[in-house]
C-alpha cells in the first residue's frame, strides 16, 4: 500500500519538506531503487520462461507457404512420342507387339538401327503431357505433439520453476542489501545531526568562557595569552561547526539519492538521537540451519545446485529416443492430385517420428558428465558459502556485543564528564581554576558526547548488520 501512496505523500511536501522516518526511507528506497526493479523484471522474465516450457507439453501447430514463378513448363517428354501398340493374340494367349512382318517370311521387318517396325503406334503429343507451373502457390499446416523426448521437457520445466525461484531469491537479496544501505544513510544523518548540535554547544560554551576571559583580561585577573588561546580554540570550533553543517547536508542528499528523491530535497527526519538509545541485546549463540533458511543467497544457491541435476537430466535426454506424433495437411496450386490442374488441391498426412542417438563417439556422454561435474562445484560453492555465512554471523554477534559494551562504557564516561565540566565552570567561575583547566574540561565533555553519539549509532548499524546475516532484515 506505500509503494503507491508514496509518490503523492511526497510530492505534496517537496515545496516545504519531506518529513520521513527509517521505514519510510526504506519503503521510497525498494519503490525507487533502479536494481530492484531490474530484480523484479528478472522475476516477470523468469515467469515468462516457466510458461514458454509448460508450452512444450502441448502441441506445436506451424503454418508455411509460398510463392514461386518459374521461367518454363514441367514437360514430362522432350518431343512428340509414338509408342508401339500390342495386340491379343489368341494362339499363344498373350498380347503381342504389332510388328510390320515379311510376307514371305512372317518375321519382323527390322529398321537400319536394328529395331523391329511397328506397324501401329499411339500418339502421345508433347504438349500433352506439359504442366503450366509459372505461378506456383504451396503452403503446409503441421502439428507436432511430442510423446517422448528423453525426460527433456520435464527437466525444463524443473529449471524453469527453479530459476523463478532463484530470481525471487535474488530479489529479496536485493531488498536486504537496499534496505542495509538506506538505514546506513540515516544512521548517518541522524549521527550528524547529534553532532551538530553538540558541535553548537560547545560552541557556545567556548564563546561563553571567552566573554569571560575578556572579562577577566579588562580587571587584570587574566592575560593576553589566556584570551589568545580561547579564541584559538574558538575559532577551532566554529570550522568544525561548518565541517558538521556541511556533513549534514551532504549526508541528507545521499540518503535522498537511495529513497529515489531529488538530492536537494529538504529532509526532516523524525527520529533524533534521543529518541533511539540502544536497549537490546545480543542472543550468545544461533542455530544456523534457521539462519541458512532465511538467507536469500544461499536459498539461491542450493536453487542453483537443483537446476544443476537438472540441466544433467537435459544432458542425459540427448542419449534416450525422442518420439513424436506428427499431422500435415499441404496444399498447392497448381496441384500434382489432379493432374496438375491450376487450382489448390491438398491430402492430408500422419506419422510418428523417432529418433535414437546411436554412436557420437561419446560426445553427448561427456557433455553429461560436464554438467554432471557442474552439479559438484555447485554443491562445494554452496558447502562454502554457509561456513562463510557461519562466520558473518559470529563476526557480526561479537561486533554487536563490542558495540553494546562500548555504549554502556561511553554513557559512564558521559556522567564523568559532565560533573568534570560543572566543577571546572565552578571552580573558575570561584577563581580557583584557570580558563585551561576550564578548555581542558570542555574538551573531555566534548569527546564523551561524541564518542557517546558514535557508540549508538554503532549499537544500531551492528544491530542492523547482524539482522541482515541472520536473514531477518
Given at each position: 500500500?506505500?509503494?503507491?501512496?508514496?509518490?503523492?505523500?511526497?510530492?505534496?511536501?517537496?515545496?516545504?519538506?519531506?518529513?520521513?522516518?527509517?521505514?519510510?526511507?526504506?519503503?521510497?528506497?525498494?519503490?525507487?531503487?533502479?536494481?530492484?526493479?531490474?530484480?523484479?523484471?528478472?522475476?516477470?522474465?523468469?515467469?515468462?520462461?516457466?510458461?514458454?516450457a509448460f508450452a512444450a507439453y502441448l502441441p506445436a501447430i506451424d503454418f508455411a507457404g509460398g510463392y514461386a514463378y518459374n521461367q518454363k513448363k514441367l514437360a514430362l517428354f522432350d518431343s512428340d512420342q509414338?509408342?508401339?501398340?500390342?495386340?491379343?493374340?489368341?494362339?499363344?494367349?498373350?498380347?503381342?507387339?504389332?510388328?510390320?512382318?515379311?510376307?514371305?517370311?512372317?518375321?519382323?521387318?527390322?529398321?537400319?538401327?536394328?529395331?523391329?517396325?511397328?506397324?501401329?503406334?499411339?500418339?502421345?503429343?508433347?504438349?500433352?503431357?506439359?504442366?503450366?507451373?509459372h505461378n506456383l502457390f504451396f503452403g503446409a499446416v503441421t502439428v507436432t505433439q511430442p510423446v517422448y523426448m528423453g525426460g527433456k521437457i520435464v527437466a525444463l520445466n524443473k529449471m524453469a520453476g527453479l530459476?523463478?525461484?532463484?530470481?525471487?531469491?535474488?530479489?529479496?537479496?536485493?531488498?536486504?542489501?537496499?534496505?542495509?544501505?538506506?538505514?546506513?544513510?540515516?544512521?548517518?544523518?541522524?549521527?550528524?545531526?547529534?553532532?551538530?548540535?553538540?558541535?553548537?554547544?560547545?560552541?557556545?560554551?567556548?564563546?561563553?568562557?571567552?566573554?569571560?576571559?575578556?572579562?577577566?583580561?579588562?580587571?587584570?585577573?587574566?592575560?593576553?595569552?589566556?584570551?589568545?588561546?580561547?579564541?584559538?580554540?574558538?575559532?577551532?570550533?566554529?570550522?568544525?561547526?561548518?565541517?558538521?553543517?556541511?556533513?549534514?547536508?551532504?549526508?541528507?542528499?545521499?540518503?535522498?539519492?537511495?529513497?529515489?528523491?531529488?538530492?536537494?530535497?529538504?529532509?526532516?527526519?523524525?527520529?533524533?538521537?534521543?529518541?533511539?538509545?540502544?536497549?537490546?541485546?545480543?542472543?550468545?549463540?544461533?542455530?544456523?540451519?534457521?539462519?541458512?533458511?532465511?538467507?536469500?543467497?544461499?536459498?539461491?544457491?542450493?536453487?542453483?545446485?537443483?537446476?544443476?541435476?537438472?540441466?544433467?537430466?537435459?544432458?542425459?535426454?540427448?542419449?534416450?529416443?525422442?518420439?513424436?506424433?506428427?499431422?500435415?495437411?499441404?496444399?498447392?496450386?497448381?496441384?500434382?492430385?489432379?493432374?496438375?490442374?491450376?487450382?489448390?488441391?491438398?491430402?492430408?498426412?500422419?506419422?510418428?517420428?523417432?529418433?535414437?542417438?546411436?554412436?557420437?563417439?561419446?560426445?553427448?556422454?561427456?557433455?553429461?558428465?560436464?554438467?554432471?561435474?557442474?552439479?559438484?562445484?555447485?554443491?562445494?560453492?554452496?558447502?562454502?558459502?554457509?561456513?562463510?555465512?557461519?562466520?558473518?554471523?559470529?563476526?557480526?554477534?561479537?561486533?554487536?556485543?563490542?558495540?553494546?559494551?562500548?555504549?554502556?562504557?561511553?554513557?559512564?564516561?558521559?556522567?564523568?564528564?559532565?560533573?568534570?565540566?560543572?566543577?571546572?565552570?565552578?571552580?573558575?567561575?570561584?577563581?580557583?581554576?584557570?580558563?585551561?583547566?576550564?578548555?581542558?574540561?570542555?574538551?573531555?565533555?566534548?569527546?564523551?558526547?561524541?564518542?557517546?553519539?558514535?557508540?549508538?549509532?554503532?549499537?544500531?548499524?551492528?544491530?542492523?548488520?547482524?539482522?541482515?546475516?541472520?536473514?531477518?532484515?
Open positions: 500500500m506505500f509503494a503507491v501512496a508514496a509518490p503523492v505523500w511526497v510530492s505534496a511536501q517537496t515545496a516545504d519538506s519531506v518529513r520521513l522516518d527509517l521505514e519510510q526511507c526504506r519503503q521510497l528506497a525498494l519503490q525507487n531503487n533502479k536494481q530492484m526493479q531490474i530484480n523484479r523484471e528478472k522475476v516477470k522474465a523468469a515467469e515468462y520462461q516457466k510458461k514458454e509414338m509408342l508401339p501398340t500390342k495386340s491379343f493374340d489368341p494362339k499363344t494367349g498373350k498380347y503381342e507387339f504389332n510388328l510390320v512382318t515379311n510376307p514371305e517370311t512372317g518375321l519382323p521387318v527390322m529398321s537400319p538401327a536394328g529395331e523391329p517396325i511397328p506397324s501401329t503406334v499411339a500418339y502421345l503429343p508433347k504438349s500433352a503431357m506439359e504442366f503450366d507451373i530459476a523463478k525461484e532463484v530470481a525471487e531469491s535474488m530479489r529479496d537479496n536485493e531488498a536486504q542489501n537496499v534496505i542495509y544501505a538506506v538505514d546506513a544513510a540515516y544512521w548517518q544523518v541522524v549521527s550528524l545531526q547529534a553532532k551538530q548540535k553538540l558541535a553548537r554547544s560547545y560552541v557556545n560554551l567556548l564563546d561563553s568562557l571567552d566573554r569571560n576571559v575578556a572579562v577577566m583580561l579588562q580587571q587584570g585577573v587574566a592575560t593576553r595569552s589566556d584570551k589568545l588561546m580561547v579564541d584559538v580554540k574558538l575559532n577551532q570550533a566554529q570550522v568544525d561547526l561548518t565541517k558538521v553543517d556541511n556533513g549534514v547536508v551532504l549526508s541528507k542528499m545521499a540518503l535522498a539519492q537511495l529513497c529515489g528523491l531529488p538530492v536537494n530535497s529538504p529532509i526532516v527526519l523524525n527520529d533524533d538521537l534521543a529518541a533511539v538509545l540502544p536497549d537490546s541485546e545480543i542472543a550468545p549463540s544461533y542455530n544456523m540451519e534457521d539462519v541458512y533458511s532465511r538467507r536469500d543467497d544461499i536459498h539461491a544457491l542450493s536453487l542453483g545446485v537443483k537446476v544443476a541435476a537438472q540441466q544433467a537430466n537435459v544432458a542425459r535426454a540427448a542419449m534416450l529416443p525422442n518420439i513424436a506424433l506428427m499431422g500435415s495437411y499441404s496444399f498447392s496450386n497448381p496441384n500434382s492430385y489432379d493432374g496438375f490442374k491450376n487450382r489448390f488441391g491438398g491430402a492430408f498426412s500422419v506419422g510418428v517420428m523417432v529418433s535414437i542417438p546411436i554412436w557420437h563417439w561419446g560426445g553427448n556422454y561427456y557433455k553429461y558428465k560436464n554438467v554432471a561435474t557442474e552439479r559438484n562445484i555447485m554443491e562445494l560453492q554452496l558447502a562454502d558459502a554457509k561456513q562463510m555465512v557461519e562466520l558473518q554471523v559470529n563476526q557480526a554477534s561479537f561486533k554487536a556485543q563490542e558495540a553494546l559494551k562500548t555504549y554502556h562504557a561511553t554513557m559512564s564516561n558521559l556522567e564523568s564528564a559532565n560533573e568534570n565540566l560543572r566543577t571546572a565552570q565552578i571552580g573558575f567561575r570561584e577563581g580557583v581554576l584557570t580558563s585551561d583547566d576550564v578548555m581542558e574540561a570542555q574538551t573531555g565533555w566534548l569527546k564523551a558526547h561524541s564518542e557517546n553519539i558514535d557508540a549508538i549509532i554503532d549499537v544500531h548499524l551492528c544491530d542492523v548488520y547482524l539482522s541482515k546475516v541472520l536473514g531477518t532484515l
